[in-house]
């Protein structure tokens, strides 16, 4: 056991390195940037930037120093300086990057100018790195300053500014969910090939083939624009909480903030969610209990002269349930990550909609941040789901 | 006479001879919900083909003051018809929801076609072969399926579409796609991309059903009789394993249509696929979102042929798990 649990944590690093390896420089190779609107600000003669003020705003964000060395700042918060053993100082003239590039426009061979950089006119040496401002390192969960969705501050501020928010939306969906989606997937198990179980399976078909945006918008029309024209209640169509206090029909006034309000809020988008989701999760409950239900010892247990509710709660439900971990175990990754769609057509102030904005800014720290800790989360959630099964399922051993 | 009575009895008790195929439509045609669908998506493939003639306008012909036209609104210089009305920069809704389907169905369909056939191989390969590349390359599809999907397509796509630079398409490619999609081979490169991105990380749920097919195929007797014969392993795998394979294939491609019309539509909504001028239902939906106030229609339209498409093919991703092998059956 304690041989496997390490074996898998050492996979567990590789691939974590390797992701952040893969989302850093995936967003290097990313257009935009700080430095896209430069090029244009240069041409007005009275605002003229000068090359040191570009070397400077690329010290900025250290565009200045070579991928690698950039990465491993970025990573675990080093190098910070010369490497000093016993108050010697090495390496301290290691060129790490380039502070003022040599940039000229060649002619390319389909007749239009490009800008290359051709050397480099004056480099960075380890040694300048001493008293530059250094994030402690993603590993250790410091990504930096936000670049244009709240600019110059921590991303994790602003992460942490929008995980209540998610975290109330989507964990109120996966308790509902659970609630709902287990019972009418054993119900329509049990009652295979009832009416009840054909309106099921197709509803749950329809609900696993809707595409959120449309049912969202669908939910929003018929819940919140249609009642309000007509004169009758109606549910807050976006957001997370009303700005002003608000008059609903038959209900009174609702103080902004208070928890009517978020309740209020939180129901269209939550409904949306909890459609999709229940129509998945008791799809696949039906089918691993249908699965269970043929089984030899369902079978002994009936034929012992057990009751048909015992049979199904206490011997066919409890293995059915097992599949299950795996849903939930990976839930996790999506519970902090929010759920883009839906967030972003309610305009929910949550970590998906912060992602979706992000990303339309150009504020990459901050999508590198929600992917890494995405990445984590899964692998974390990958092994919670193996450890997990072998403690509900005995059958199933390490190796 | 006795020689009468043969003929007749063997006429009686023989069946009919059926062909697979045959045999797979029979057992097609009882799923019901399957076979609309079949017609519902014949339909809208019917339309996206003929969209040339069948649209009474292009998709990007503006008209100037006729914003937000109601349906069936009369043009009065050249007595058109706007069927569906026009939107808020005064395009023929109808005319731009059936370019939309063509642009959207194609997308859809070249990426199914790519990743399956990526799908395929890399399944094969690795069920085949075995070992070290096996190892890695599992557990590499494996943690990408389990990596929620949506920011890494959002984030790819994003970067893709804002730097044509990054990746050179060839331009008979683009030439092609501007063809099937109708579309400037210039505006065709967003296509292009969309599909790359979609087919890149879309082929792992194909891999590992073709993988497990091939090491269940691999322990088999013709397996073993091919070999015996002479067959080299490119023989087995072409002509045994990979065609023995295709059921769970087939429907994979099915559900994965569906899929893949809602992640380009979603794609195309968040901002982050192909772009305005365009049409896709995906991003006639968003552009037309904020409108649903007072004109709740305008987004409605492009939203109902995706949930259409998506319905209908799962269902019929159904009917052929239903047909082509009913052990498959959830």
Known sequence: MSAYLIRRFFQMVLVVFLSAVASYTLLNFAP???????????????????EEDIARIRQYFELDLVLPVRFSRWFIGEPRGPLSIAGHEFFSGLVVGCRIPVQENVLDNKGSYVTRTVGCKEDVTLGDLVGRRTSRGVLFF???????????????????????????????ELILSLIIGIPLGIYSAVKQYSRF??????MAFMGSSMPTFFFGILMILFFSVIPKIAGLPYLPPGSAEAVRDYIIPWVGTIKAGSLADQILHVILPCLVLVFVSVSGWSRFIRASMLDVLRQDYVRTARAKGLTERVVIIKHALRNALIPFVTIIVFSLPGLFGGALITETVF?????????????????YPVNMAILFITAVLTVIATLMRDVLYTVVDPRIRFN | MSNQVATLSAESITLKEETPGQIIFKRFRRHKLAMISLGVITLIFLLSLFVKYIAPYKADDLQVGNYFLPFGAKDLDTGKIHLLGTDHIGRDYFSRLLYAGRISLSVALFSVFISELIGIVVGAYAGFYGGLLDNVLMRFVEFLITVPS??????????????PDLIPIPAPILWVMGKVTLLRPNDARQAVLIIAVLAGLGWMTAAQLMRGMVLSLREQTFVEASRSMGASNFHIIFRHMIPNAMAPIIVDASLGMAGYVVAEAALSFLGFGIRDPIPTWGNMLAATQEFMFDKPWLPLIPGLPIFLCSLSFNFIGDGLRDALDPRLKM
């Open chain 1, 32 to 50: 935009g940037g700080p430095l896209a609107g430069l090029g244009q600000v240069s041409q007005s003669a009275r605002f003229r930037i000068t």
């Open chain 1, 142 to 172: 410091d990504f930096g300053l936000s670049w244009t969705t709240m600019r110059d501050r921590p991303v994790s501020v602003l992460l942490l500014s929008r995980l209540p928010n998610t975290l109330r939306l989507l964990g109120i």
């Open chain 1, 197 to 202: 179980d054909y309106f099921f399976t197709t």
């Open chain 1, 347 to 363: 305009s929910w102030p949550g970590m998906g909609r912060l992602y979706v904005q992000a990303l339309g800014n150009s504020d």
């Open chain 2, 150 to 163: 949506l920011p890494l397509l959002l984030i790819i796509s994003s970067m893709l579409l804002q730097n």
